[in-house]
Nanobody, 122 residues
Framework: QVQLVESGGGLVQAGGSLRLSCTVS????????MGWYRQAPGKERELVAAISSGVAIYYADPVKGRFTVARDNAKNMLYLQMNSLKPEDTAMYYC????????????????WGQGTQVTVSS
């Protein structure tokens, strides 16, 4: 099993920045891709950014140029640096991990954290 715990959410004004962190524990050797999802009230959960254990990186169009995903395998951490935040970025943000048995980075995640709330005021 893999456990994921997010931190770093909060309230920020539009144009501000936040850095989300995800601490990974458990069977770390069993995961490959990791990602950040978000879900706003009344909307479906969507993939924001993802990163493989190699060089593959994905960003959703609405966050390209503003968000940066990174992972530190030595520290078992995943990060999401969010700059130039907009009110439409307000959502619960979830860390996710995918089994190493599966390929790709943009869907079919297996493990989920509890989420951290990000609220951007206008």
């Amino acid at each position: 099993q893999v456990q994921l715990v997010e931190s770093g959410g909060g309230l920020v004004q539009a144009g501000g920045s936040l850095r989300l962190s995800c601490t990974v524990s458990g069977s770390i050797f069993s995961i490959n891709a990791m990602g950040w999802y978000r879900q706003a009230p009344g909307k479906e959960r969507e993939l924001v950014a993802a990163i493989s254990s190699g060089v593959a990186i994905y960003y959703a169009d609405p966050v390209k140029g503003r968000f940066t995903v990174a992972r530190d395998n030595a520290k078992n951490m995943l990060y999401l640096q969010m700059n130039s935040l907009k009110p439409e970025d307000t959502a619960m943000y979830y860390c996710a991990a995918k089994s190493a048995m599966k390929g790709g980075i943009v869907n079919d995640y297996d493990y989920w954290g509890q989420g951290t709330q990000v609220t951007v005021s206008s």
